[in-house]
């Protein structure tokens, strides 16, 4: 989860940048550059999120087999 809010962080910044640019400056290939960096975030951001959420789901497993656990260690 730590990475997923540092890439959040840069998510913010990369866009901030993106939408300054789009009002400002009519340069595509300025303007492309900058989508591709804040679309780059995004798709960290996303495989982050699901690398965390594997995380939980296989934690939540292994806690309910050791509650469930018939025979004690």
């Known amino acids: 989860m730590y990475y997923a809010l540092v890439d959040w962080d840069l998510l913010q ?22 989508e591709a960096r804040q679309n780059i975030h995004r ?10 959420l594997l995380g939980a789901i296989v934690a939540a497993i292994g806690i309910h087999g050791l509650c469930t656990n018939k025979h004690p260690l």
């Open 43 to 52: 798709i960290n951001l996303f495989a982050d999120g699901v690398w965390a």
């Open 13 to 34: 910044r990369a866009y901030a940048n993106f939408a300054k640019l789009a009002e400002t400056s009519r340069d595509l290939p300025q303007l492309f550059i900058a």
